[in-house]
């Protein structure tokens, strides 16, 4: 079995203004397809071919940097374009916004510790929002494709929200201003979503 690109949920323009049509199209149709052809030529013929990709991140201190960085690239991408979505956006309800209130104190303080980890991650990376093994949410942020699901992660958890902050995913649009994408991503934050994988 090989991995595959999922499909994107929305058209490549459903995200405007907030992010770009040509940047959705790249992004998906070039950047996440070039991470599941290398993840899959990488575990080509090895046992690592039956497995999930939540699996192979699990372990991934087991496999070569190929594996670490195309296999993060392709869970990563999986889920980000699944936590947004066209017309989202707003604030967090129910059980997830209890959390969020009980772990940062209020939706604002955690869109700006979010922000934070976003801004201050040095070149290309993510930022996150997890829910840890206690079951508590967390903010923290991974260079380049690693992710909290791997088991060489500083933090570790199950992620509800990533946030892509390598240049591709901004710059045609923002150029340097990483801070104003970071910004105008909560306009496109699939809460449902994130809840969905909150309660799971
Ligand atoms: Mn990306």
């Given amino acids: ?3 595959q690109l999922p499909s994107l949920p929305y058209a490549f323009n459903a995200l405007e203004p907030h992010i770009d049509a040509r940047t959705m199209e790249i992004h998906h149709g070039k950047h996440h397809q070039a ?6 030529a990488a575990i080509a013929g090895t046992d690592a071919e039956k497995l999930t990709i939540e699996q192979i ?6 496999y070569s940097t190929a594996v670490r960085n195309n ?3 392709h869970y990563n991408h999986s889920l980000f374009w699944t936590i947004m979505a066209p017309n989202a956006g707003g604030n967090p309800s129910g059980k997830l916004a209890e959390a969020i209130n009980s772990a940062f104190g209020s939706f604002d303080d955690f869109k700006t510790k979010f922000n934070q980890a976003a801004a201050t991650r040095f070149g290309s990376g993510w930022a996150w929002l997890i829910k840890n093994a206690a079951g508590k949410l967390e903010v923290c942020s991974t260079p380049n ?12 958890g199950s992620p509800l929200l990533g946030l ?3 240049e591709h995913a901004y710059y045609l649009h923002y150029q340097n201003r990483r801070p104003d994408y970071c910004n105008a991503f909560w306009n496109v934050v ?4 994130v809840a969905k994988r909150f309660e799971k």
């Fill in 164 to 166: 892509d902050v390598w």
């Fill in 35 to 40: 991470y599941v052809n290398n993840l899959n």
């Fill in 57 to 62: 991140c699990a372990n991934i201190s087991k």
């Fill in 1 to 3: 079995m090989s991995f």
């Fill in 145 to 156: 494709q690693d992710n909290p699901l791997m088991d060489i992660a500083e933090v570790k």
């Fill in 71 to 73: 296999g993060g690239g």
């Fill in 190 to 193: 699939n809460w449902n979503e």
